[in-house]
């Protein structure tokens, strides 16, 4: 078991930039989700995939972030024409399907100039 | 309305002391509960899980947590604090969903 995880752990990009965030979750977890977290606050929900399909997206998740898991396994969370406010955490999680903990990584630091 | 309410923004105790930290959430079913713990820029580990059965789980690193239902409450404890337990602690709920619910976080210091 591995750990759950997030390249890169540190991205700094001016304001209007695109970034794209990667996670590789536990091998044998077939869910994965992301959260955003932002200073002095817990994690709240992005969105969630099992296996490869994309089940749920937060209202938190505007048009212009995009997440996909194209075969199931690692999953990207892109960010265009970023904002001030885009400023946060972006942790990943996963875990197995039923009544399953989930397992977090260390997360990517997202910090908008 | 829904939600995890953490009531202590920070507490500070001496290395030794006995601990508690209070999680409450106001949802009509009884959900899973969790808790996490975060060391500054990294991510949550779990510590204790609750899905049903005996109300008082273990978990690691020594802490425990009791559910008790007619309190909606999700208390963690621990009965000696060491100083490496100085980080912020996540109270979350799943509702079953497929995704969790965190409270504000509660910044735990150690006096030595």
């Known amino acids: 078991d591995t750990g759950v995880s997030q390249d890169p752990r540190h991205k700094i990009t001016k304001r209007g930039q695109n970034v794209t965030f990667r996670c590789d979750p536990i091998?044998?977890?077939?869910?994965l989700y992301w959260y955003r977290q932002t200073l002095g606050q817990g994690p709240e929900f992005l969105t969630y995939?099992?296996?490869?399909?994309?089940?749920?997206k937060s209202r938190l998740l505007s048009d212009r972030f995009s997440a996909e898991r194209p075969k199931g396994s690692f999953s990207t969370l892109e960010i265009q024409r970023t904002e001030q406010g885009d400023s946060a955490m972006y942790l990943c999680a996963s875990s197995k399907q039923g009544n399953q903990p989930q397992h977090f990584g260390d997360g990517t630091r997202l910090s908008i100039l | 309305a829904q939600s995890v309410t953490q009531p202590d923004i920070h507490i500070t105790v001496s290395e030794g002391a006995s601990l508690e930290l209070r999680c409450n959430y106001s949802?009509?079913?009884?959900?899973?509960l969790f808790w996490y713990v975060q060391s500054p820029g990294q991510g949550l580990q779990l510590l204790l899980k609750?899905?049903?059965?005996?109300?008082l789980v273990q978990g690691i690193k020594g802490f425990e947590a009791e559910f008790k239902r007619s309190q909606s409450s999700f208390n963690l404890r621990k009965p000696s604090v060491h100083w490496s337990d100085a980080a912020e602690y996540f109270c979350?709920?799943?509702?079953?969903?497929?995704?969790?619910?965190f409270g504000a976080g509660t910044i735990l210091r150690v006096k030595s």
């Open positions: 609750y899905f049903s059965g005996d109300t």
């Open positions: 949802y009509g079913a009884t959900p899973y």
């Open positions: 091998s044998e977890h077939n869910r």
């Open positions: 979350a709920v799943d509702l079953r969903e497929n995704k969790l619910v």
């Open positions: 995939f099992q296996n490869e399909a994309q089940l749920e």
